[in-house]
């Protein structure tokens, strides 16, 4: 079973423009949301995350909210950047379980020049 | 660089031969994980150590595979009899732990498994 989705299998915005990226989850019981970013050939570098009791958090030009009610969060980067050209997965763990993160299955990201 | 090494990052074998994989974590995190990932697909939880205990596995992980981390620092996963299907990155993965919760994943370059 799928929990969480990210529906948008790959997105172009051109550079200094915003680019969104979206997940969904269905388990109710997640409680810390993050956000890696993964280039060709290595592993996922962690870029943001936010815990459940806050909607929003921010650093530098990447954003990621959070919406409890529609399980649904967001990254938003902007300006974008040809180096922010990657694959973006979305993950989430429930309290307590931090063993149990699952992820999105990406949304490959190009920022063209 | 996020600290963790892996090793071989790429392994080519021919169905039915036995591979290992290795990976040392970050030295002071005591909880080490081990994901899959095929193409298009996010990672997939395997298995995951805490020390030289493995805690948890998942259904993915047959009993062709197994892990250990005999010391509670660099950790092995092997497969036997290897298939086509298990073809994947391999990612190795680690945090601090000692009770703390929301704390992110260190993950490796991975090993890449191409199976003929």
């Known amino acids: 079973d799928q929990q969480v989705k990210q529906n948008s299998p790959s997105l172009s915005v051109q550079e200094g423009r915003i680019s969104i990226l979206n997940c969904d989850y269905t388990?109710?019981?997640?409680?810390?949301f993050l956000w890696y970013k993964k280039y060709p050939a290595e592993g996922p570098t962690f870029l943001i995350s936010i815990s459940s009791i806050k909607d929003k958090n921010e650093d530098g030009r990447f954003t990621v909210f959070l919406n409890k009610s529609a399980k649904h969060l967001s990254l938003h980067i902007v300006p974008s950047q040809p180096g922010d050209s990657a694959v973006y997965f979305c993950?989430?763990?429930?309290?307590?379980?931090?063993?149990?993160?699952?992820f999105g299955a990406g949304t490959r990201l190009t920022v063209k020049p | 660089d996020t600290g963790v090494s892996q090793n071989p990052r790429h392994k080519i074998t021919k169905r039915g031969q036995n591979v290992t994989f290795r990976c040392d974590p970050i030295?002071?995190?005591?909880?080490l994980y081990w994901y899959r990932q095929t193409l298009g697909q996010g990672p997939e939880f395997l298995t995951y150590f805490q020390n030289e205990a493995q805690l948890e596995k998942s259904r993915l992980l047959s009993d062709r595979f197994s892990a250990e981390r005999p010391k509670g620092s660099f950790s092995t996963l092997e497969i036997q009899r290897t298939e086509q299907g298990d073809s994947a990155m391999y990612l190795c993965a680690c945090r601090r732990g000692h009770g703390a919760t929301n704390e992110k994943l260190f993950f490796g370059s991975g090993t890449q498994l191409s199976v003929l």
């Open positions: 030295s002071e995190h005591n909880r």
């Open positions: 388990n109710s019981m997640f409680d810390y």
């Open positions: 993950a989430a763990s429930p309290p307590d379980n931090n063993n149990d993160m699952r």
